[in-house]
């Protein structure tokens, strides 16, 4: 039986500026089954699980899993967004499949993983590269 995990590398997103870097996911509405792919920004400074833009959010009607507990976010400006959540299943690149929950606001335009789903997984990101190596 063999131990090995699964590996991937993902190219970093070059229209940012720096590059940063990013991976791919299947996102799933676990009421409705209706399922999606995007490209997530990796954000180690984002303490959740995943930030899912607006028009996503709402594409999935992650609305109909939604948990009405009250969160709060804080971003760099230092205001306070509240923020809608719902459950989901996410699965990044055959790596990772966990069940989470995506969190927005009706101003967001950003895809992002953070620290949440990436205590799942090993990542390295390899900057003069421009690559991102994940695996479990």
Not at 15 to 33: L, Q, R
Not at 79 to 86: A, C, E, F, M
Not at 101 to 124: C, D, Q, S
Request: proline share 6%; net charge positive; aromatic share 8%.
């Amino acid at each position: 039986m063999s131990t090995r995990s699964k590996r991937v590398e993902e190219p970093y997103d070059e229209s940012a500026e720096p590059p940063a870097p990013t991976i791919t996911g299947d996102i799933t509405n676990p009421v409705t089954e209706r399922s999606i792919t995007t490209a997530f920004r990796l954000d180690t400074g984002f303490a959740g699980s995943i930030l899912l833009s607006f028009s996503k959010y709402d594409e999935l009607r992650l609305r109909l899993a939604e948990d009405f507990e009250v969160v709060y976010g804080l971003p760099l400006d230092g205001r306070q967004i509240r923020l809608r959540q719902s459950y989901c299943h996410i699965k990044l690149r055959g790596i990772t499949q966990i069940r989470t929950k995506a969190y927005t606001f009706p101003e967001n335009t950003r895809n992002l993983i953070g620290r949440a789903v990436l205590k799942t997984m090993y990542a390295e990101m390899r900057g003069p590269e421009k690559k991102l190596l994940l695996w479990t």
